[in-house]
C-alpha cells in the first residue's frame, strides 16, 4: 500500500453555479488552478464562495449588471447574500436559497421604492444600491 | 456526518422579530416578508422566513437582515435585549 499521497489542500476560493436543476461547484486551488467538479449538497461544507445572478425570474424586473452573490453552507443550509445591498436568504438546497434571494431583491426593490419618503438610512442606501442593479 | 446545532431556527427568528415589533408585509412569493419600523414609522430594516410548517429550520440569513450578531438575535428572542437595544445596535438611537 502506498502511503506517499499527498492529501490534497483545502481550497482557498469556491466558485458555485445552479446549472439545471443541479448545484454545481467547481473548486479553484491556492494558486487559482482547477481543482474538480463536484455536484449536490454538502461537499464542500464551510467553504465561503461566490456565485452571480444574470436574471431575477419569475419576476419582471430587469438587471442591469449581473449580482454578485456570496454563498455559505454549514451543513444544514445555504445561506446567500447580495452583501453590498444587504439582503440576504437561505435554503435547504443552494437553488432553494437562490430563488428566495431574488425574490426578496425583487421585495426590497418594490418595497423601499413604495416607501422612499419614510426610508431610514440603512434602506435609503439598500435602494440606492439596488437601482445601481436593477429597474423595472 | 457532522452535524451542526443551528440556533437560529424559523421559531427563533419570530420571537425575536415579535421583539421588534415586525410588520408582515402582503406580497406575493413563496416566503412571508416582514419590515421594522422605528416610532416615526420609518422603515429600518426588512426580512423573511422560509416557507415551512416546521419551526426548527435554520434562517442564518435573519441576523444578517437585522444588521446584528447571532447571539444578539438569541437575546432577542430569549428576552434580556429588546427593541430600545437593537436601535441602538443599529445607530437609529444613540448609544448611552
Known amino acids: 500500500m502506498n502511503c506517499d499521497v499527498e492529501l490534497p489542500k483545502k481550497p482557498e476560493v469556491v466558485y458555485a453555479e445552479v446549472v439545471g436543476s443541479h448545484d454545481y461547484w467547481f473548486t479553484i486551488g491556492p494558486k487559482g488552478d482547477f481543482m474538480g467538479t463536484q455536484f449536490g449538497k454538502g461537499v464542500l461544507a464551510d467553504d465561503i464562495g461566490q456565485t452571480t445572478l444574470y436574471d431575477l425570474a419569475p419576476s419582471q424586473l430587469v438587471l442591469l449588471e449581473p449580482i454578485p452573490v456570496a454563498v455559505e453552507f454549514d451543513d444544514e443550509s445555504w445561506v ?21 434571494l431574488k425574490e426578496m431583491i425583487a421585495f426590497d426593490y418594490a418595497f423601499f421604492g413604495d416607501s422612499e419618503s419614510v426610508l431610514g438610512s440603512g434602506p435609503k442606501n439598500q435602494l440606492a444600491v439596488l437601482r445601481r442593479y436593477v429597474r423595472s | 456526518m457532522r452535524r451542526k446545532s443551528n440556533p437560529l431556527t424559523n421559531q427563533v427568528a419570530k420571537d425575536a422579530l415579535r421583539k421588534l415589533e415586525a410588520v408582515e408585509i402582503a406580497h406575493s412569493g413563496a416566503h ?47 428576552c434580556p435585549k429588546d427593541k430600545d437595544d437593537w436601535l441602538k445596535a443599529i445607530g437609529a438611537i444613540p448609544a448611552e
Open chain 1, 80 to 100: 446567500v447574500s447580495f452583501a453590498e445591498a444587504n439582503v440576504n436568504a437561505s435554503g435547504e438546497t443552494f437553488q432553494e436559497a437562490i430563488e428566495m
Open chain 2, 32 to 78: 412571508p416578508k416582514y419590515a421594522i419600523y422605528d416610532a416615526r414609522g420609518n422603515v429600518l430594516a426588512t426580512t423573511s422566513l422560509r416557507h415551512s410548517s416546521t419551526r426548527d429550520i435554520p434562517v442564518r440569513h435573519v441576523k444578517d437582515d437585522l444588521k446584528v450578531s447571532l447571539p444578539f438575535v438569541l437575546d432577542l428572542a430569549r
